[in-house]
C-alpha cells in the first residue's frame, strides 16, 4: 500500500438502526458505522486519498464493511480477516424524536483483537495524518497498545499525529480512559474534544484554558474544542478563534463529531489557514447532522458550499 493522505484504524462496525424503540421490534436496515472509518469516508469524498486497517470477520458482514469501504474509495489493503471472531455490532434506535440510543455488542469482536502487527506495515508506507479515536484504546489491551505504539512511531517520523477523544462510557470509566489517552495526547500535533471530553487528556476537572494550555506546552499544535451548536473553539499559540456553526435542522446527531474532524484534516490538507479549515469542519457537522446515518450525507467536494446562504426548505433548481 503506497502512502496516504490519511491512514487511520480501529473498529468497523455493522449498524442495525430503527425508527422506533428496540424493545417492540420493527424493521431494521443494515448500515456501516465506527469513528475511524466515518472519517475516512468524509475525506475520501472530498478527494482526499485515506486507508482505513483493522480487523473484520470471515463472514459476510466482514465482506459488507469492505464492500462499503471500498465503494466509498477508502483503501483496505492492510484490513485482516478474522476467521475465529464475530464482528462487531451497533444497535441504534430513534427513541424519541430528540433522543437516540445506542448499544453496542463488540466484546471478543474481531475488531477489539486488533494488535500492533496489524498497523505496523500501514505505519512504515507513510501517511501524511495518522487519525487516532479514544474508541480504540477502549477496544482491548491490545488495540490499546497498537494504538500506542502507532502514535508514537508515526510522531517519530514527522506524521502530523491527530487524537480525537471520542469518549464511550459504555467501553470504560472516565479513570481508565484518562490513564490511556493523556498520555497518548503527547504524541498528538492535533487534539479533539468535546468541551467535556477535555480533562480526559489532563487532570480530572481541569478547566478548558488550563487543560489547551498544558497541551500546547506539550508540544501540540492545535486543539479543538467542539461546541455542538454553538460551534468550535481552537487553541493556537496564537490565542483562541471561535467560529459559529452552520446552522441547519439538524435531524441526526450520530456521526457529527467525525464528520467534523474529517472537514478539518480536509482543510489542513488542503493548506487552507485556521479559519478555513474550522470553516470546513463545521460545514461537514453540519451535513452530517442534518441528513440521517453517521456518513451517508456527507458532501463531495463540489457540494462543500452547499449550505451557503440558502434558507431552511431550499430547492435548488
Known amino acids: 500500500m503506497t502512502a496516504v ?54 463472514d459476510e458482514l466482514g465482506e459488507y464493511v469492505l464492500r462499503q469501504l471500498r465503494a466509498e474509495g477508502v483503501r483496505v489493503d492492510g484490513v485482516a480477516t478474522d476467521p475465529a471472531r464475530p464482528a462487531g455490532l451497533m444497535f441504534l434506535e430513534r427513541r424519541t424524536a430528540d433522543v437516540t440510543r445506542v448499544r453496542y455488542h463488540r466484546a471478543g469482536s474481531a475488531g477489539s483483537a486488533l494488535n500492533v502487527e496489524d498497523v505496523r506495515t500501514p505505519i512504515a508506507e507513510g501517511a501524511r495524518v495518522l487519525h487516532l479515536t479514544g474508541i480504540t484504546p477502549a477496544l482491548s489491551g491490545s488495540a490499546r497498545e497498537a494504538a500506542t505504539w502507532a502514535a508514537e512511531t508515526a510522531s517519530r517520523s514527522g506524521t502530523v499525529v491527530c487524537l480525537d477523544v471520542n469518549y464511550r462510557a459504555r467501553l470504560w470509566t472516565r479513570e481508565a480512559a484518562r490513564k490511556a489517552l493523556t498520555p497518548l495526547a503527547a504524541y498528538a500535533s492535533l487534539v479533539i474534544a468535546s468541551a467535556d471530553e477535555l480533562d480526559l487528556v489532563d487532570e480530572p476537572g481541569a478547566d478548558e484554558s488550563t487543560v489547551a494550555a498544558r497541551l500546547l506546552a506539550r508540544g501540540v499544535q492545535t486543539v479543538l474544542v467542539k461546541l455542538g451548536a454553538d460551534g468550535v473553539r481552537a487553541h493556537t499559540d496564537q490565542g483562541v478563534r471561535h467560529v459559529a456553526a452552520v446552522p441547519v435542522t439538524a435531524v441526526d446527531a450520530v456521526g457529527a463529531g467525525d464528520a467534523f474532524s474529517a472537514g478539518y484534516l480536509s482543510g489542513h490538507l488542503d493548506g487552507l489557514d485556521l479559519d478555513g479549515r474550522l470553516h470546513r469542519a463545521v460545514t461537514l457537522g453540519a451535513f452530517a447532522v442534518s441528513g440521517h446515518g453517521d456518513w451517508e450525507g456527507l458532501p463531495r467536494r463540489n457540494e462543500l458550499s452547499l449550505l451557503d446562504g440558502h434558507e431552511t426548505g431550499s430547492t435548488i433548481r
Open 5 to 58: 493522505d490519511v491512514l487511520t484504524f480501529g473498529e468497523s462496525l455493522v449498524s442495525l438502526r430503527t425508527a422506533g424503540p428496540l424493545a417492540v421490534g420493527g424493521a431494521l436496515t443494515m448500515h456501516l458505522a465506527g469513528a475511524e472509518s466515518n472519517v475516512a469516508i468524509g475525506l475520501a469524498r472530498l478527494g482526499h486519498r485515506t486507508a482505513w486497517v483493522g480487523r473484520v470477520s470471515d
